[in-house]
């Protein structure tokens, strides 16, 4: 059964950082084109930051220059570091690993900004 798992999240002051992981079991996370994605209350899910499995990365506008997508293929993750966090940056987070026809999607992490 594959799973993928985000942690990290938490409560940050504005102009602060955090780290977002998304570990995957049961399959190799390297197969797969990953992204983030977050969902703020009363809106759509936007896509964040994508890594392709050739690790090619893109970002949506509001996060190029803070926001940084990688890989560690030792550990089967993908990580999303956050920096100069914003309140608009506030959201839940998850993450997606899709290949063809697979197609799945962590339960979601909470990040707060605020003072």
């Known amino acids: 059964q594959v799973q993928l798992v985000e942690s990290g999240g938490g409560l940050v002051q504005p102009g602060g950082s955090l780290r977002l992981s998304c570990v995957a079991s049961g399959t190799i996370l390297t197969i797969y084109n990953v992204g983030w994605y977050r969902q703020a209350p009363g809106l759509q899910r936007e896509l964040v930051a994508t890594?392709?499995?050739?690790?090619?990365?893109n970002y949506a506008d509001s996060v190029k220059g803070r926001f940084t997508i990688s890989r560690d293929n030792a550990k089967n993750t993908v990580y999303l570091r956050m920096n100069s966090l914003k309140s608009e940056d506030t959201a839940v987070y998850y993450c997606n690993a899709a290949y063809g026809a697979r197609d799945y999607w962590g339960q979601g992490t909470q990040v707060t900004v605020s003072s």
């Open positions: 890594i392709t499995r050739g690790e090619t990365t």
